[in-house]
């Protein structure tokens, strides 16, 4: 019979010295010394702390095995854990039975006991979650995710599963990754669609989430979207996840609100739930994060409006790498003077241009803007993108049409505005933007498992 388990997160905090206790887990380093003992560092991934099993000459494979232990090696250990003379550690668990599960060849093992490149540990993502960095982006990834459910769910918002096979292209920039059946027979013509029509792996729930928030009034989507942008840069994935919220009855101003509660509850809750992989974070990756975080979640959200802020970065007194200009989309270095130098927190900008956003953002009164926002946080810019929905049939056609798209393909979503149109808004949130903000790591492909990008899907 296999002996109950415990995790070395509850090993060093919840479970009295003295006790008698199982653990599982692979070697992160070795060190014996010459008078017949072996100090073996354990991790199991619940934690980012070790835990030190202390191995001695009197157990029968410590000549055969202990003392060739090395790195990546799993282990099951069982023993007493006893208070640590050693600094930085509690407890330590004096072995009685120190088992290998599965050896590890330790002069080919990748993850060596020393700092790597992230760069070089994007080459090995089936092992680098076994990095302190890593581990720890894996953790926050999960407490956020069940966060982001716990926050809608909390609100009365129900979870809709939007379809990834779409015959729609929501935002319609043309980045899109089209499908092909590799099922054809013998003679049978290539370009025969396996859906009747053309379809591609969406790039947003937002549509089909809208259809269900105009019968249930709130919902929310939370799954992979696809870009296929040929970018190479360390803010762009082709795969990534999205959350989308999606409300009937309710104005931008709405929106802005739960947007910002949004954020201040994820980033307040990381703060308190993974306190120890934040504090590693805010010593080996960016030494304000904590600061910042904290900032964010305290600080009540300013709002200007586009036209404002395109003002505010003219009269700046600084030479921008892409001059603002009325029309023109706001590039990262705006969005961060804003944030961190004009107004010294998060910022809403509201109303931009409808030349530049999509043919489903609600027309304002003056006719050359949309109900629109984007939310904009130091460090990072924009991490929220947002806007009222055109809820008038003729406006939304018209808008259609102005984007080269055949309203004749939407008649699905026209009906939304035959049949019963009310006032409703959404947003979305790229999960791994977010992570990065919270991580301060500076790559996305650092805070998604295994990541997607041109010419790279080696996992």
């Known amino acids: 019979m296999t002996p109950e388990r415990t995790v070395i997160r509850d090993a060093l905090t919840d479970v009295p010295a003295g006790t008698v206790v199982t653990v599982a887990g692979w070697v992160r380093t070795v060190r014996t010394s010459k008078g017949g003992f072996s100090f073996v560092q354990v991790n199991d991934g619940s934690c980012l702390a070790n835990l030190q099993v202390v191995a001695d000459k009197e157990l029968p494979n410590y000549d055969s095995e202990v003392v060739h232990l090395t790195a990546g090696t799993s282990v099951t250990a069982t023993g007493k854990l006893v208070e640590s003379p050693a600094k930085g550690q509690s407890v330590e668990l004096h072995a009685e039975d120190l088992a290998v599960v599965g050896p590890a060849d330790g002069e080919a093992y990748p993850i060596q006991p020393k700092r790597h490149s992230f760069e070089f540990l994007r080459s090995q993502a089936h092992l680098r979650p076994r990095t302190n960095t890593f581990g720890a982006v894996a953790r926050v990834r999960s407490e956020v995710s069940g966060m982001i459910h716990e926050f809608f769910r909390s609100r009365g918002f129900v ?32 370009e025969r669609e396996f859906f009747g029509r053309p379809t591609y792996l969406t790039v947003s729930g937002q549509l089909e989430a809208e259809t269900y928030a105009c019968a249930l009034g709130k919902v929310y989507t939370f799954g992979p979207t696809f870009r296929a942008e040929n970018s190479n840069t360390p803010r762009h994935l ?3 996840w999205m959350v989308e ?22 980033f307040a809750g990381v703060l308190e739930r993974c306190r120890e992989d934040m504090e590693f974070f805010n010593t080996r990756i960016d030494k304000t994060l904590i600061e910042t975080l904290t900032h964010v979640a305290e600080t009540p959200f300013f709002r200007v409006g586009y036209t404002e802020a395109v003002e505010i970065l003219s009269a700046a007194d600084r030479k921008w ?8 989309d706001l590039q990262t270095e705006h969005e961060r003077y804003l944030t961190e130098e004009k107004f010294s927190g998060p910022v809403v900008v509201t109303d931009y241009p409808a030349e530049i956003k999509p043919f489903y953002m609600r ?44 309203p004749d393909e939407y008649w ?12 409703h808004a959404g947003f979305g949130l790229g999960l791994e933007r977010c992570l990065q903000f919270i991580t301060g790591l500076g790559n996305i492909r650092d805070v998604i498992p295994f990541p997607r990008t041109p010419r790279s899907a080696e996992f």
């Open 238 to 240: 082709a795969e990534f």
């Open 363 to 406: 027309i304002n009164d003056d006719k050359r803007t949309v109900a629109a926002m984007d939310v904009l946080v130091p460090r990072i810019g924009e991490i929220i993108g947002g806007s009222q929905r055109e809820e008038r049939p003729e406006v939304l056609t018209e808008r259609m049409s102005q984007a080269g798209l055949n």
């Open 321 to 328: 790498e892409y001059p603002p200009r009325w029309g023109a």
């Open 245 to 266: 919220p999606e409300m009937a009855f309710c104005d931008l101003a709405g929106d802005a609100d739960l947007a910002e509660d949004f954020l201040k509850f994820i």
């Open 159 to 190: 979870q809709v599963h939007t379809p990834i096979i779409t015959a729609s292209d929501c935002e319609g920039a043309g980045a899109l990754f089209r499908l092909a059946a590799d099922n054809r027979e013998e003679g049978e013509d290539a």
């Open 412 to 423: 699905w979503y026209l009906d939304l505005r035959r049949y019963g149109t009310v006032p």
